[in-house]
């Protein structure tokens, strides 16, 4: 299974963040896979954002629920995330990732793109 981000690199504040994953070599809809995304802010460690599971059903980090929407185009086989409302601290590099089960450990990763959040 491979993982492709996609988007603009640069947002201004108080903008909707929107990034495409798509996926090849893998159906989003096969039973028990789960398609997060998670961020890097610069100098800090891995945050996870939310996911969209392979029956469609979503769920997101509470601290980033109110400003969070994942969804998914089957007939594309990509899923998608909208983060509403940016500010500079939501800066960071995006990554899409899968994981088999219900599971923190994800076995494939996109390479990650990075969004600013700048006037």
């Known amino acids: 299974v491979q993982l492709q981000e996609s988007g603009p690199g640069l947002v201004k504040p108080s903008q909707t963040l929107s990034l495409t994953c798509t996926v090849s070599g893998g159906s989003i809809t096969t039973n028990y896979y789960y398609w997060s995304w998670i961020r890097q802010p610069p100098g800090k460690g891995l945050e996870w954002i939310g996911y969209?599971?392979?029956?469609?059903?979503?769920y997101y980090s509470p601290s980033l629920k109110s400003r969070t929407s994942i969804s998914r185009d089957t007939s594309n086989n990509q899923f998608s995330l909208q983060l509403s409302s940016v500010t500079p601290e939501d800066t960071a590099v995006y990554y899409c990732a899968a994981a088999v089960g219900y599971t923190a450990y994800y076995a494939y990763w996109g390479q990650g793109t990075q969004v600013t959040v700048s006037p």
């Open positions: 969209i599971n392979y029956s469609g059903s979503t």
